[in-house]
Nanobody
Framework: QVQLVESGGGLVQAGGSLRLSCAAS????????MAWFRQAPGKEREFVAR??????????YYADSVKGRFTISRDNDKNTVYLQMNSLKPEDTAVYYC????????????WGQGTQVTVSS
């Protein structure tokens, strides 16, 4: 059983930056896939970014809405994934969730509790 704990959310002005962290515990092997999702009020949860254990620790796959502004990275030794968010916009306001999976494809089996990110205009 993998436990995920997010941190780093908060309130920031438009154009500002935040860095989210997600620490995974409970497994001797770093999860194969780690990702960030977000859910804004009244909207469905959406994919933000993901990174695989076998990729370079700075290589990620991104939603078009955040490409060029967000960077996902991971430290496999620390079982931690990060999301550096720059040039934040009010539409980035959401609860951000960390997710992990031990498989190469399919649903994410493990989810964190979420961290609130609020971007003011």
């Amino acid at each position: 059983q993998v436990q995920l704990v997010e941190s780093g959310g908060g309130l920031v002005q438009a154009g500002g930056s935040l860095r989210l962290s997600c620490a995974a515990s409970g497994s001797t092997v770093s999860p194969y896939r780690m990702a960030w999702f977000r859910q804004a009020p009244g909207k469905e949860r959406e994919f933000v970014a993901r990174i695989n254990r076998s990729w370079s620790t700075m290589s990620g796959y991104y939603a078009d809405s955040v490409k060029g502004r967000f960077t996902i990275s991971r430290d496999n030794d620390k079982n931690t994934v990060y999301l550096q968010m720059n040039s934040l916009k009010p539409e980035d306001t959401a609860v951000y969730y960390c997710a992990a999976a031990s498989t190469t494809a399919g649903a994410y089996a493990y989810w964190g509790q979420g961290t609130q990110v609020t971007v003011s205009s």
